[in-house]
């Protein structure tokens, strides 16, 4: 049952995605906010369609951590879960994500015209370069910035690797930057059908101000990230046991870093 309930979900996820880029195509028209709101109306979609399908709720806590405007917010990434999740929370947003996302017919379009910013990792040069630009432009419109330390999804409980860019725009933005810990790989894990019932747990933490030195910075956002992740997956994991196939291995070994 939970194999057919995945792949029902997966094919629902997929058929209610692609009505709704066709269907919305006209906000393309409309400007940035008007895509970012058929973006809100999908991730809702998504999380319902999750949730009666497979049993797996989001549960957000900490919202009076969260700033709308004119902040970082730095998340762990498990899953593509909380990228679909986070999307719920904030009004005006931009996300820093791989070029190679753009190329993707339609999708790509709505990317470009929402003014996400698309980094080229081939040129790491060019692309810390064309992020402190975008994202300066973007916190002065006081939009919120997403970004995922570590680039790319990580297993629960997998080492961390935490790059260097999420401090440079730090910096360079000079603007607060609002940790959040999850625990959504154990229900969506990484490269997988599977969607396991429960309910995955969004934490925003406290803000860590602006003006920090780079090193206090990253020491800060790490420790707290990984600490309260940690406590997330204990506690799923006490709830339901079922769930610990979907942990990392401690000694995984780390993708090499950008």
């Avoid at 003014?115 to 080229?120: K, S, T, V």
């Avoid at 360079?172 to 894990?189: E, H, I």
Wanted: proline share 7%.
């Amino acid at each position: 049952m939970l194999y057919l309930r995945s792949l029902l979900f997966n094919v629902a996820f997929y058929l209610c995605t692609t009505i709704l880029a066709i269907g919305g195509l006209p906000t393309m028209f409309f400007g940035r906010k008007a895509i970012l709101e058929l973006a809100r109306v999908w991730a809702r979609a998504t999380l319902w369609l999750l949730d009666a399908i497979c049993g797996v709720k989001v549960a957000f806590r900490g919202l009076e951590n969260l700033h709308q405007e004119g902040c970082i917010i730095a998340a762990k990434h498990q899953s593509a879960l909380e990228t679909i999740a986070l999307v719920t929370q904030v009004k005006d947003f931009t996300y820093i994500l791989k070029r190679e996302l753009t190329f993707i017919p339609v999708f790509g379009q709505y990317l470009l015209r929402s003014d996400q910013i698309a980094i080229n990792r081939a040129n790491r040069s060019a692309a810390m370069r064309d992020l402190m630009a975008l994202a300066g432009k973007a916190i002065a419109e006081r939009r919120a910035i997403f970004i995922f330390p570590e680039g790319t999804r990580r297993p629960p409980g997998a080492p961390p690797l935490y790059k260097s860019g999420v401090s440079r725009l730090y910096v360079a933005a000079n603007a607060p930057c609002v940790p959040v810990a999850l625990n959504s790989g154990l229900f969506w894990p990484r490269r997988a059908l599977l969607r396991r019932p429960g309910t995955a747990v969004i934490e925003f933490l406290p803000a860590i101000p602006a003006g920090l030195p780079t090193n206090e910075f990253a020491r800060l956002l790490q420790d707290r990230i990984e600490a309260a992740s940690d406590r997330l997956i204990a506690d799923a994991l006490a709830a339901d046991p079922r769930l610990a196939p979907n942990l990392g291995k401690k000694d995984e070994a780390a993708p090499a870093a950008h």
